[in-house]
């Protein structure tokens, strides 16, 4: 997915308009353009909503929600409650409530009730998120199945195998196929007639993340899960990402974008080849 870089055009933009008795009022509105990043050191969660994504950022007596439409665009004119506080806008998509509320907190966006589970306590994952990084890409293979939306209605399931030095294969569920194997790729649109084609070289594994990310909190630990959230500002992205607390792989990787609601589910690591140039 193509990384997107736009600059915030206005944050907020102050009317003042006449009231009756030669009163004034004062109407804050959000001009259009990509919604600020979240808060430096704020905990942060992201679920899908319709054909739009939705953030939290928590900080110690505020949170700070972030509307994104699927075109990049911060999303404005909502009626936003969080733990039952009403939000004031703070930028373009965003809105923002005075709260401490943690554990399970509702979010109400125009009526439609989206429920995050914030932790009480949630330490720093930056050096875990890192560890994570390294050890994914010194895996000789993983093994995922991929849920990928881009609304409630358009959705692909795909099984990879990634494997090192710079193997990949997919296989989209009802569409095509593809196998990489270093510059040489093949596509198939039936899974017997091959077309051969060149490509660049992808190293793998590859984790679905890159570094630098910020926001990197523990939400959780438990006997053999640990989950953890952070923020990717070069696409951006939303990420909570769950690993074996003990071998520090992959469970599951939850990323939320603009139209990208992704879930991948991990199936094998380090398991034999299975990587192979088509018959």
Same mark, same amino acid.
């Given at each position: ?28 509105? $959000? ?25 939290? $950022? ?25 733990? !039952?506080?009403?939000t ?12 401490? $509320?943690? !554990? @399970? ?5 125009? !009526? ?13 994952? @930056?050096?875990?998120?890192a560890?994570a ?8 293979? #993983? ?20 494997e ?9 569920? !009802? ?61 951006p992205?939303?990420? #909570? ?39």
């Amino acid at each position: 997915m193509q990384a997107r870089r736009v600059l915030l055009l206005s944050t907020v933009v102050l009317v003042v308009a006449g009231c009756g008795g030669g009163a004034t009022k004062l109407r804050v509105e $959000a001009a259009k353009g990509v919604p600020p990043a979240p808060p430096a050191d704020a905990v942060v969660l992201a679920l899908e909503n319709g054909f739009n994504a939705v953030a939290l $950022a928590v900080e110690p007596q505020r949170m700070r929600v972030t509307v994104v439409g699927p075109d990049g665009q911060g999303v404005n004119h909502e009626q936003i409650t969080v733990a !039952g506080v009403p939000t004031t806008v703070c930028g373009a998509g965003c809105y923002e409530a005075t709260t401490s $509320a943690r !554990g @399970a907190v509702t979010m109400v966006v125009n !009526g439609r009730r989206l429920v995050y589970h914030v932790p009480r306590v949630a330490p720093s994952a @930056a050096s875990l998120l890192a560890d994570a990084g390294r050890v994914f890409r010194r895996l000789r293979s #993983v093994h995922y199945v991929e849920r990928l939306a881009s609304s409630p209605f358009d959705q692909l399931l795909t099984r990879f195998t990634l494997e090192g030095p710079n193997r990949v294969a997919y296989r989209i569920s !009802g569409g095509s196929d593809a196998i990489v194997i270093g510059t040489r790729r093949w596509d198939s649109a039936d899974g017997v007639h091959w077309q051969r084609s060149e490509s660049g070289l992808l190293p793998q594994p590859t984790p679905p993340w890159t570094a630098p990310v910020t926001n990197a909190h523990v939400l959780s630990r438990t006997g053999d899960t640990l989950r953890n959230s952070f923020y990717e500002p070069s696409i951006p992205a939303w990420f #909570v990402l769950t690993l074996d607390p003990r071998t520090k792989h992959p469970r599951n990787v939850d990323m939320t974008a603009t139209a990208h609601f992704m879930r991948d589910r991990y199936t094998a690591i380090n398991g034999p080849r299975r990587i192979f140039p088509p018959r």
